[in-house]
Nanobody
């Protein structure tokens, strides 16, 4: 049984940083694409960042480009999201997700493309 567990969320002031982690158990993710999504109150879940297996490529939502960095450590079966220069608009529940059918060369952006999901971790950015 594949499980994804996020950690690292919390309350931070605008301009601050957080690093989210997503630990995966039940299967190695070395050949899976991984992604981070977020959902703010009253809004749909949206793509934040993705990384292909072998870390061949990454993709980011325009709203986080230059501020967020996704990375993976396959030896630890863990994916990270480093977030800098946080803004109040970044406040949301952040979800880690796995794409078991991913390409090695591009990351997919749709919620529907991801098979496994974590429970989410709350990120709150105060102004």
């Amino acid at each position: 049984q594949v499980q994804l567990v996020e950690s690292g969320g919390g309350l931070v002031q605008a301009g601050g940083s957080l690093r989210l982690s997503c630990a995966v158990s039940g299967r190695t993710v070395s050949t899976w694409g991984m992604g981070w999504f977020r959902q703010a109150p009253g809004k749909e879940r949206e793509f934040v960042a993705g990384i292909t297996w072998s870390a061949y490529a990454t993709a980011y939502a325009d709203s986080v480009k230059g501020r967020f960095t996704i990375s993976r450590d396959d030896a630890k079966n863990t994916v990270y999201l480093q977030m800098h220069s946080l803004k109040p608009d970044d406040t949301a529940i952040y979800y880690c997700a796995a794409d078991s059918y991913s390409s090695s060369h591009f990351t997919r952006l749709s919620v529907d493309d991801y098979d496994y999901w974590g429970q989410g971790t709350q990120v709150t950015v105060s102004s």
